[in-house]
């Protein structure tokens, strides 16, 4: 496992075969210390990167690259791949060291955003310069101003915990892709009331950033996302802080906080209210739309080549199928 | 109608039969001035009390008799009472004044709590009084002080629009019915802790002051009822007012916070979170069970005598009966 | 009633006023010639525009003024309003005659788009010149033609019974908004197939051209729209016309298929298969956004002036609330 | 293994960690005989306590020890626990004897009621006691009667297979508690008959001694209780008892069987009638509540220490927080 | 009126126009004596056919008419049809007596069983002279031995409120159906124990006698029908006949009673148990099939000449579709 | 392994015992070659017969018995059956060879139809040859016509994927026992079009055999059976193969495509039409009941001995009972 061997191109884990050898760069998800039945211990792994993820299994020099592969890490693993018939799938590694940064593509491990966080941000930024309605520009730039508390969490968190945009800044990539469909979709629905809108959509999944926790990379609800529920939480920060606006007009708060509890569209998915005007409807039907495509994007990187169907999918209620591009 | 002749006992609504006059005590529960075909007014009133509402004609005197029946006041009507082939039942009322004070019992025209609202206050502050936890009793005596803005709104408060108890003191009364039974259930069920269920019990449904508005006896949704939910808005009253006590501790706060997000039990009943405590799931339970004994005693009002059956209703998605306590 | 005194504006349906003298200009929307119970003939009349619709009774001239009142024509009528205690609302009619073309404006009498018809189709025909796909565009030229018999049935064609552009064009519009929504999301979710999803939004609908007929006015179901489903006749349709052009390729036409069969979004709203495609899901969210936002604009027209909330509406599944946009 | 050693406090399951010496006294739950691939035998056993089950492995000494542990018995067992990182956690048992009664606390082997079958029988018996209505009693003395076939059963039987108190006498402690709840809550809803109440509440399960076989511990379903169900099998058994009580009323034995017929509350629960009294309402509540409080129990048993969160649980419809008593 | 003139044949009710003048004969369901405005009483009448129900008002000679048109009797109205504006259709009787037994077919007036009643008595005789097996047979004699109390009220009920077969010998023309149709169907699978599912086909749904009472015509739910539902009291009743028959084998009871338990197939619709065994499936589906298609039945009987679509009906949660025989 | 030992009979696998030794014929289902940890080759087969599959492994002689055990072969294996403790059961094979045409009953090893293919033909042209409409006759002739492409596609096809006459020639059995059942039917139920139910009941799933491909014994859904749907594709075929007919009635296509299209009965089981005939609701029922039916055959094929208790099982929605016959 020298350095100048991995000039080879990625190996990525959806497409591994039985009794192939491996030499590539992953990221460690988990590290397990486990105990041999005479005693010894060895190293379980979690290897991943954003297709997928495999079991390590490391029964060597185990104090020795215990701190090599501490999660989050990437590391260069050399070994071999094999699916026991009883036992599934594992990788033996043979050899491991931190990666070096020239050896991988850091998209190539993780699932991110397909943009630059700056960008994003731009984009943000943008879409709150545009709001005329003072109380409405005052409102997103409190909690979106650089270096405030909320924005600084809101820029990291996830969007979800699984099915879509479950990664750093995914949060922001999600509002943000939102808020954008939404502005552009009052092009073709003139009766909507654009700033009222796009700042829901910016807003709706606020509640987010106290619903989760992200510790060492694994995202979890917090007690406050389990006993309170993102939306209610959500809900009390932008009241809380719409009240400390003067003036604040009652119809613009009854229309932004209506947007925030009515977003997941349906009483039985977890709004205490139904969407009632057309600002609600449209922010929840492109919220729908945008996780559902996410999906998609997901569902997709995981696909091994030549094939177009994904297995079935919680998120989507079915299978998602990827046509060939050319062919259309 | 001179006042001598009503010594007959009070003629009930659902006792009325085609053709029977009619001189007795009712409430006016609307009033509307109608053109004739000629141009000539009338008024058409509804005019009720415990046991039902019937439509009431007044074809002269309109001018003189208008101030009589205002919505609300108990009007002594002389008339006929007539079930029409077509056009259904009617009271032709022939005269109307105000009662008499002594001319009626207040419980045979509007439905009320079974107790007086003294006696209910102070099982309240009985209950209040119990609380040991220092942080629990202030919340409670925050909310429920004498003289406090919430206190006098939430005292007069109906527990419903319709279905149970949707008349003045109802909210109070039901409240008090939830504790009572919660703080009861804790004798057989020791592991619950009392003092938070109690409060919760005493606080689910804080959010009806803000949902309702009560406006000549018309029980309405307001826009924020309509727009936030009655559990949102309570939720926030709560939060808010926890958050000006000191030292309030943080499990307590989501303890009780949970219980009132939570109290519908199903998110499809609107309860963006389901309990997942047992003191949560206690004062859904009750607060389920005094609703639906709520619409017993609601139906058993209307029925008339000899009837065992009420219809269909939509509270208890089904027919209520009621045996003759003799039998058994 | 001379034709003179129509310099008042429009007085609205929704507006009428128990005794109100009314003369302005309707639409026949159903006569019926009655029998009075000594055998001579009246007319019971429905009159309408956009905010609603009354019965209007004639109960002379029977014969001289039935020819004026076919269905579908504009009267201007003299009469009293008035609102019977028991029989309810009805404008009893004294004068009727045809109205002159320049006594109403045609958009206050019946729904229709908000757009001209040629301007709708001039956005359909920039639509289909975007397309590049040699196959989709040639499918789309041969359905949208001018002459065509299918050109001229969608052009025509409402988009629903009720609920939501119930009147004609409303096809063609609704069609054309989603087409134009979808068109424009595009934008914010480039991994969409963007001429695909297109040409789906704009053929999704097609089998309505035969589940539907409109007959003076009227929208019915077909025999064939209650037995096969407007879904199953454009997939029909659409599949028997893929399969008369060359080399049509296979990927295509499955995707371009599927988005019309699984458009309603789930089996139980009638789709025989669900979205597994970003495109078919895209169509269907757009489609589902653009009904309901439909269903916003008909509750707003019928709407009384200071009124904020419509009833229950079954298409929302809830009551619209319209917040007056100067406050925001 | 020598009997002193175990002076240490019991280990629980729940406790357990990989590598970790093990000397403590379990239950055996089940036990096979297996063969290695040579042909020579092991036994595989299922070892519990109140937190949990695993798996132990004896490889040597099968023959000698077979007999030490029949299913049910209380076995002092030596070995290793081991989480091997393919196959699973597994004890490796090294030496096992029967464990002397006063190694243990049956307690923290089996679930079992909180209360002794003793106190439980004279709750029972007091609430018979206080019964006035002469048919009721003798009904429930029928039933209850000390040296009865059906008051044996009843006695030892589970309340359930799983989820609530599965274990001997769960079935006495559930409808004792559901008994004594409904007696208490009929304080705060004085509306309803108690002693029709009490005495549903008690007989409302009664089919379960049918419905429910008890087999070396383990807890079946008959063959009668999947194609009758335990409610028709309850209704049989106390209709045919009331038959056979001269001058039982048939009102008071409508109201009783009406009670055991719908207390699963809803048709989809299995109850083929739904509630439509008072008393009915109120069995089916307080018989949910405490099934559901008997799964918080369940939960709260096997949570490790420091944990507040159980995991999804199929009863609950989610998951169950035990917040920190203190902290209140 | 004279009795001569009626050679024309009977006028149906779904036939009437308005102004039409009526002599034909009809049956009455509803007699009721009402007062005019002025005290003078008048009778308000339901009149029927086979097609529909009218209203039929009759002003004049009350007292001497009034015996006449007892509820059940068929007679003959002279009158008027007409259809007011406001006050929806009636028929105005100016003269009424009896009907001479040649003067209308019963069948013309009253829905009924196609077969007679012999004809279906004899069908059952048959099946039950089929059975071989001793102990099923034996059960089938007990139960329709002519001249045994359940026999006769099980020859006479309805088999429904509505719906279906919801008249005199209705329960044994539906029971024989679905008891034939098992019969046949037993030949297209082999599996099945023909003797078994023709026995529970027949028995199914016995416990109808005792949930419905049929009291001058109408079909009422008795108190044991709505509080213990037709299932558990035909269960009861076949299970008590079982025990009387000795040494009745275990698994043919189990069997025959699951049929009866699990028929309506889901527990929503009322089957605490759900079929399990090929019988109770079969005579599920086949009893549904029966329901479904005497809908059919019930809903083409009502359809005006030319039509051929029914309107919405909520037993077939759709609309029916009669295509005219003779173009197939 | 001689060829003169077999002459015991099939050992099945349901009736496998831990440590049984085994020499007896199964169908390979699946081979994969493997490598072990040292690199060298072994083979993973799932080895079947009709009462289910079981996992052989062979170590040796690996290319030796390679091409004798290709998917789809019987093969008489010699081997040792274990349930390992950890890993499950699996047989490791000592020897495989081909096994002889006589030494194994074919429907011993796979699941198929219960009559040969002729006999079931045989049925399916007499029901063809009954039918008198000229038009139905000739359209179920160009279908079903010996040699045609799709008749020997449908003659081969499965009924489904699995639940029910997943094998050879099921999709024949299932119409033919559908159709069988249907014309049985029309005798107890004569108000329906026997002709047209027929011809539905036999052409209802002839989309399947573009929806399900079969390779190597798997069935499969196709791409088009998963974008497009089964129904959909059966109405494309009959509705084009119809409208090659000169001069077929309307009605009757109506009829027989509503009848393709609404065979699943519900929305939400895939129909985009509901049953709104008889012949349809017919159709439906009937299918319905063959594929429950069906499921009790597969179900009882894989019950050991002496078990009369399937387990769960999705397409019955519960689990299946079979009573011993005898005790009938």
Redesign the interface.
Same mark, same amino acid.
Request: with cysteine; net charge negative; proline share 4%.
């Given at each position: 496992m020298d350095q100048q061997s991995l000039t080879a191109s990625k190996v990525f884990v959806r497409d591994l075969a039985?009794?192939q050898a491996v030499d590539s760069v992953f990221v460690v998800r988990e590290r397990t210390r486990?105990?041999k039945?005479n005693?010894e211990p060895?190293l379980?792994l979690q290897l991943g990167d954003v297709t997928g993820a495999i079991?390590g299994?490391l029964w060597e020099r185990v104090d020795e690259l215990f701190e090599y592969c501490a999660p989050g890490g990437a590391v260069r693993v050399a070994g071999n791949f094999?699916?026991?018939?009883?036992?599934?799938a594992?990788l033996t590694v043979r050899g491991l060291r931190p990666a070096e940064r020239n050896e991988y593509e850091a998209r190539d491990l993780e699932e991110g955003p397909a943009h630059a966080v700056e960008q994003m941000e731009a984009g943000l930024r943008e879409l709150v310069g545009m709001t005329q309605?003072p109380f409405l520009r005052e409102l997103l730039e409190r909690f979106f101003a650089s270096g405030s508390r909320i924005w600084e969490r809101w820029r990291e968190a996830p969007a979800a915990k699984r099915y879509h945009q479950a990664y750093r800044h995914g949060l922001l990539e999600h509002c943000l892709?939102v808020a954008?469909?939404v502005h *552009?979709?009052c092009?073709? +629905?003139p009766?909507?009331?654009r700033?009222?809108a796009v700042s829901g959509a910016l807003l709706h999944d606020i509640g987010k950033i106290e619903a989760y926790s992200v510790d060492s990379g694994a995202i979890e609800l917090t007690?406050?996302g389990?006993?309170?529920?993102e939306?209610?939480l959500g809900?009390?920060l932008v009241?809380?802080e719409i009240e400390e606006i003067d003036g604040f007009?009652?119809?613009?708060a009854?229309?932004l906080?209506?947007i925030i509890?009515s977003h997941h569209g349906q009483?039985?998915?977890?709004?205490?209210?139904?969407?009632?005007?057309?600002e609600a409807?449209?922010v929840h039907?492109v919220d729908?739309?945008?996780g559902?495509?996410g999906s998609?994007?997901r569902l997709?990187k995981a696909l091994a080549d030549g094939e177009?169907?994904s297995g079935f999918d919680r998120a989507? *209620?079915?299978?998602?199928? +990827?046509?060939?591009?050319e062919?259309?």
């Open positions: 039985d009794g486990r105990q039945k005693g060895f379980k079991e299994v094999c699916v026991d018939p009883k036992y599934g594992s309605n892709s954008q469909g *552009s979709l092009g073709t +629905f009766e909507i009331d700033e009222l007690d406050a389990k006993l309170q529920g939306i209610a809900y009390y009241r809380r007009p009652a119809d613009t009854e229309g906080l209506h509890l009483l039985e998915h977890g709004s205490p209210v139904v969407p009632c005007t057309r409807t449209l039907m729908n739309l945008g559902k495509l998609f994007d997709e177009r169907w989507l *209620s079915g299978s998602a199928y +990827f046509a060939s591009r062919a259309a």
